[in-house]
């Protein structure tokens, strides 16, 4: 999701970022698998990820020891992908939204890989013409091929607000001259600051709903539709992002 914001309106516009293979720029790929010699061997944890490791079948055990070696922002992949593996695995207006094609989400999601996109861009970008400002975009959130199914990979950009609650903000003149710095902004997905629980949640959920095809098409983001479609998973699923992280929060 990448948001932009049309100052002449007010009005946030959010767009899914979508790209084919070639202009990826991930820079990390945490590939999972459900099987085979390297996810059982994976079962060896370092002491501080014991006790999760020991709830979680061999699969998601992989998962975290190879996330476990992409620092803090690995965890936070894993520690989101985890409460949407919990909201997909029990019954409630979340799940059967996303379930209503037939298809089985909770499946589908697990085969997910997800990638770092460390190079894209990072600040706010306000373009302005003769001193007034007409557009502002924040860097994308995440991006995967749309109606993709299984085993697609989800790009999540470092500098977006999966990651970051606040950016620097960049001003370009129309009539040129040099980028000036204009301050920092806070980054958000749909109502939730970023690098919360919240917006991850709800960002990987966005995402899925591209790869199921439950959620058009918004690369471009002409009329806002990334906007239209994260209101939707909340009309769904804000209950359940909302309940997982006051769960978190609680505990101790
Ligand atoms: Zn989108």
Redesign the pocket.
């Known amino acids: 999701?990448l948001y932009a914001r049309r100052t002449l309106r007010g009005v946030l516009l959010f767009a899914?970022a979508l790209f084919f293979t070639t202009a990826l720029k991930a820079q990390s790929v945490f590939r999972w698998t459900e099987s085979g010699p390297v996810a059982r061997k994976a079962l060896a944890p370092d002491a501080d990820f014991r006790a999760p490791v020991a709830a979680l079948p061999s699969f998601d055990a992989f998962a975290l020891i190879n996330l476990e070696a992409k620092n803090k922002r690995g965890r936070s992949i894993l520690a989101a992908r985890q409460r949407v593996l919990e909201i997909l695995s029990s019954a409630n207006a979340c799940s059967e939204w996303f379930a209503q094609l037939g298809s089985d989400p909770l499946h589908t999601f697990r085969t997910l890989t997800f990638a770092l996109d460390q190079k894209a861009e990072e600040h706010v970008i306000e373009r302005t013409n003769a001193g007034k400002l007409e557009v502002r975009a924040s860097p994308y959130v995440a991006k995967v091929a749309q109606d993709g199914g299984e085993s697609q990979t989800v790009t999540l950009n470092a500098g977006g607000a999966f990651f970051q609650s606040v950016s620097n903000v960049i001003r370009l003149a129309k009539e040129g001259g040099p980028a000036q710095n204009h301050g920092s902004r806070p980054l958000r997905v749909g109502p939730y600051l970023g690098n919360t629980l919240e917006a991850q949640l709800t960002t990987l959920l966005?995402e899925l709903g591209?790869v199921l095809g439950l959620?058009p098409f918004?690369g471009l983001d002409a009329n806002g539709q990334?906007a239209v479609?994260t209101t939707e998973v909340l009309r769904h699923c804000r209950s359940s992002i909302e309940g997982a992280a006051r769960q978190r929060a609680s505990a101790p």
């Open positions: 999701m899914l966005h591209h959620l918004d990334s479609n």
